[in-house]
């Protein structure tokens, strides 16, 4: 894929994409790819321009789902616009079964809380079960040390 006529723009949102790139080598593209769909706000209407109306291919990356399984984004909504959609897996951390769920390793609560390995696994649907209980059972406990610290001063 990489060649001559590959060239990759780093966009904040999709609609931005030829102001960056410039319109005569945008009007060029073939391929489009989109990687980390999910923080991508204008997804289904620049997915739905491109491919319809300018006759682009978009290949789109990203998660479903968030870290506690629900509706990441747009991803889900760009699914009736797909000629296809293939769902990835990792390997489960744990146990090495296909992983479709990601563990926050943290007490954080935010939705979008960019890291690494550092904050987050992949886990198989049992491991994400019990992963979850334990990381609610930490979270239980910090907060009621809190309690007590914050009572002792
Ligand atoms: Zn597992």
């Known amino acids: ?3 001559s006529n590959c060239h990759v723009v780093r966009c904040p949102t999709c609609h931005h994409s030829d102001r960056n ?13 989109i ?22 291919t978009v290949i789109v990356a990203g998660l479903d789902g968030d870290y506690l ?5 747009s991803v889900l909504d760009i699914i009736p616009l797909a000629d296809s959609v ?5 390997r489960c951390e744990i146990c090495g079964k296909r992983a479709f769920f990601t563990l926050r390793k943290t007490e954080e609560t935010q939705t979008e809380l960019i890291g690494g390995a550092d904050v987050y696994m992949p886990v ?3 491991h994400y079960v019990t992963g ?10 910090l907060e009621s040390q809190k309690v007590q610290c914050s009572s002792c001063v």
Request: glycine letters at 8%.
């Open 69 to 73: 399984r629900r509706s990441f984004g």
């Open 21 to 33: 790139f410039g319109q005569d080598a945008y009007d060029q593209l073939d391929v489009i790819g």
């Open 35 to 56: 990687d980390e769909a999910q923080f991508f706000e204008d997804l289904y209407d620049f997915c739905h321009d491109v491919a319809d109306h300018e006759g682009k």
């Open 132 to 141: 979850q209980v334990a990381v609610e059972a930490a979270r239980m406990v």
């Open 1 to 3: 894929m990489m060649g």
């Open 124 to 126: 198989c649907r049992q």
């Open 86 to 90: 293939t769902k990835l897996s990792a």
